[in-house]
């Protein structure tokens, strides 16, 4: 089987047992359901509640802090409540407060998909398996939302390389039969599974960076330009193919794609910010950072981020130092743990009180993390 057609293999077979529930359900429902006499009721599998492992580090924490949550609370079980532990990413909180719902309402695959992804924020990877183990086959189910077909065939991936293969066989099912859906759709109603269908690929994609098969992956993205007329998705797509070459030091084929992505723009005046930040990740690649300047008015902390790696690297550490402090100060938001990570790094190297400085740090950034914080990214 050539390289293209296997993205877009479908089964005939596969096309007329789904085309036959059509008329049926939603077009986001449709999916190839196996003749299977009853299906499974999931279930939580009991464990201990997670709880808040941030507050046995904080110092100065006072007991009326708004930032603990007790998800075991009445008050708290609410829908709200659970919106308010994600856009906080209290991932334990959210996960304690989905074993409480779902002990009763068992067949919400919703709340389902959010319990399994806060779970892979926390990489408790062996209860996302052991829980999808009591859905049975999840082809026996009529409404499963696609989301959480996709998260349990990446699961093996997030799990270790030898479950590598696992994923991908999982993926490779999960596009063949997509393709088959697109097969039988209109035109008019194809832009859902299209989207479904980018996808999955971008997730096998990013398998293959982790076996470091960087053929397979540009073979995906090169087919997804060659079938795209949105000018606006080919230049992200060869940006992408610019950030995967780099990180395999193939300067020369990560130019091409950076030309190519040029060549697309109506005009070359003025780039677009992802134009200027891919030309300072040439610039960090090269070690051009001299002549690096800062050609953009900083204000994405991605950003900044880069270019305190490129201050450190010219041997301004303070200057680096000021910038990630000013970034945490000045936003809230900007407070992420490999930018969290990076300052205390810097701190270790910059002075013999970073333990002091590391502890200071926590009380400040204790007023706005939520209970989902890694701990690592403190260096204790």
């Given amino acids: 089987m050539s390289s293209q057609s296997i993205w877009f293999a479908y089964d005939p077979h596969w096309a007329s047992t789904i085309r036959a529930r059509l008329n049926e359900i939603d077009i986001s429902d449709l999916w190839l359901i196996e003749n299977v006499t ?29 930032n603990s949550f007790d998800p075991l609370r009445g008050d708290h079980q609410t829908i709200e409540s659970l919106n308010n532990f994600l856009q906080r990413q209290c991932w334990r909180s959210a996960v304690d407060w989905t074993t409480n719902y779902l002990l009763k309402y068992p067949n919400d695959y919703h709340i389902w998909f959010i319990r399994f992804a806060c779970l892979i924020k926390l990489r408790l990877f062996q209860t996302i398996e052991n829980e999808f183990e009591t859905f049975g086959n999840l082809n026996s189910y009529n409404k499963l939302p696609f989301s959480l077909r996709l998260l349990h065939a990446e699961l093996p991936i997030y799990m270790d390389s030898n479950h590598f293969h696992d994923g991908l066989d999982r993926l490779f099912r999960l596009l063949m039969i997509t ?43 090169e087919n997804q330009i060659i079938k795209n007329e949105n000018l606006e998705q080919q230049i992200e797509l060869y940006l992408l193919i610019v950030r995967i070459l780099l990180q395999t030091v193939d300067d020369y084929n990560a130019q091409r794609a950076f030309d190519r992505a040029l060549n697309l723009l109506p005009s070359q005046e003025n780039l677009p910010k992802e134009f200027l930040l891919t030309k300072e990740l040439f610039s960090l690649f090269r070690n051009d950072l001299l002549t690096n300047k800062l050609i953009i008015t900083l204000k994405n902390p991605i950003e900044i981020n880069n270019h305190c790696v490129i201050l450190l690297y010219m041997s301004k550490m303070k200057e680096s130092l000021d910038l990630y402090e000013k970034l945490i100060r ?38 706005y993390i939520g209970d989902g914080f890694s701990l690592t990214a403190l260096k204790l």
């Fill in 330 to 367: 000045d936003k809230q938001e900007n407070i992420h743990e490999a930018i969290i990570y990076n300052i205390c790094t810097i701190y270790e190297l910059e002075s013999f009180r970073f333990t002091q400085k590391k502890h200071d740090l926590i009380d400040y950034i204790s007023q």
């Fill in 179 to 221: 393709n088959t859906i697109l097969s039988i759709l209109p035109k008019d109603q194809t832009q859902l599974w299209h989207k479904r269908r980018l996808r999955i690929l971008y997730s096998i994609a990013n398998c293959y960076i982790l076996m470091k098969r960087i053929d397979l992956i540009i073979s995906i993205i």
């Fill in 38 to 66: 009853s299906t499974q009721t999931p279930h939580i599998i009991p464990d201990k509640y997670l709880g808040n492992p941030i507050q046995q580090i904080i110092t100065k924490k006072s007991s009326d802090n708004e």
